[in-house]
């Protein structure tokens, strides 16, 4: 029975058919939003509802009925700002379905990530939207072995394909990025790559190659400058890449957020940005906040991709028994800024 505890009684659905003289069928009925209820019985019955103090059993309705509508989010690193705007997208794309949804932070951690899949499947949900570490796939098997339906979003396995994803171009991004700052002139361009296990990682590198093949500018390795996704270790690399006196006149960084710590560090070393050197970010996070001195950056459609990772989890979560996978594969764009 649906019931809470208030003035140390429990009001239930009886106490609200005593209140507005409907049967207790009737107000369970009115409180689930079903149709055969007029919009008057409703209004009446969830504003006496309301009145009492009622709140929905939940976990007792998805014990009757196996479903909980809530959706999982799973995120490397909550506290970039990317991280927290696709969320936010993907919340609100849910609700519009009747769909609550939780965020699980992973820091990057597979073993956090592992953690958070069996949180998730604990918690009953009704399907998880994951940004993987690919550290490993072990929880990959987990959740095709329990049939809890999940997409993968912003990166994919290449050896599991398996799987719905949904992510950005990243081929395309990457070759963008380098083509935007060839053609201003530039030869000499750092990148500061994420790790090659993350697939965005390796091709962001792959469109950086392609767009310096393209303009017959020799690849010169010494250049490419692995680093963590996460923050903090970016003003290390940048620092020894100009003690070891490389010289690059631009920057195309895998993210915004490590867009922002290389131009921290050159502006500490008396260079300016970008008169000295220029810089390209990836994942436009200005289009949502307005920062004093605006990036450059490879800008995927943040709302569309939330959408498409929504819009395909609930198909695979109406119709577990297809043998359709999605594969969805979003252009970005470039949005030119001051930092080139």
């Excluded at 090659?196 to 962001?204: K, T, V």
Aim: hydrophobic residues 40%; glycine residues 4%.
């Amino acid at each position: 029975m649906d019931e809470i505890y208030q003035n140390n009684k429990k009001v239930t659905l009886q106490d609200i058919a005593l209140k507005t003289g409907f049967t207790k069928n009737t107000v369970s009925r009115a409180l689930r939003n079903k149709p055969e209820i007029s919009e008057a019985t409703r209004k009446l019955i969830n504003d006496a509802a309301r009145e009492m103090g009622y709140i929905t059993n939940t976990i007792a309705g998805a014990l009757r009925s196996g479903v909980t509508k809530t959706i999982a989010i799973i995120l490397g690193d909550i506290s970039n700002p990317h991280f927290g705007i696709m969320a936010k997208e993907v919340e609100i794309a849910a609700r519009r379905h009747f769909y609550n949804t939780f965020i699980i932070n992973t820091d990057e951690n597979y073993e956090i990530e592992e953690k958070a899949v069996y949180s998730a499947l604990s918690k009953k949900v009704d399907g998880i939207i994951l940004c993987p570490t690919q550290r490993n796939t072990d929880d990959i098997q987990l959740l095709k072995k329990n049939g809890i339906p999940f997409v993968l979003w912003g990166r994919r396995f290449e050896e599991e394909p398996e799987t719905d994803y949904v992510i950005c171009n990243d081929l395309m991004g990457g070759y963008l990025a380098t083509q935007h700052l060839i053609e201003r002139g530039h030869r000499d361009i750092l990148c500061l790559t994420g790790p090659s296990y993350i697939s965005s990682a390796r091709e962001r590198l792959a469109g950086y190659q392609k767009a310096l093949q393209e303009s017959k500018i020799n690849y010169n390795p010494i250049l490419i400058r692995e680093i963590s996704v996460t923050a903090g270790e970016c003003r290390q690399v940048v620092r020894k890449v100009l003690e070891e006196k490389i010289y690059f006149s631009a920057i195309f960084a895998f993210s915004d957020m490590i867009a922002w710590e290389a131009i921290y560090t050159l502006n500490q070393n008396s260079l300016n940005v970008p008169k000295d050197v220029a810089v390209v970010g990836f994942d436009n996070i200005q289009s949502r906040m307005f920062l004093p001195f605006p990036l450059t950056s490879i800008s995927p459609s943040k709302k569309k991709m939330a959408r498409r990772a929504v819009d395909v989890l609930l198909k695979k979560m109406h119709d577990p028994m297809t043998g359709q996978y999605f594969h969805e594969v979003i252009d970005p764009e470039i949005k030119v800024r001051e930092s080139t």
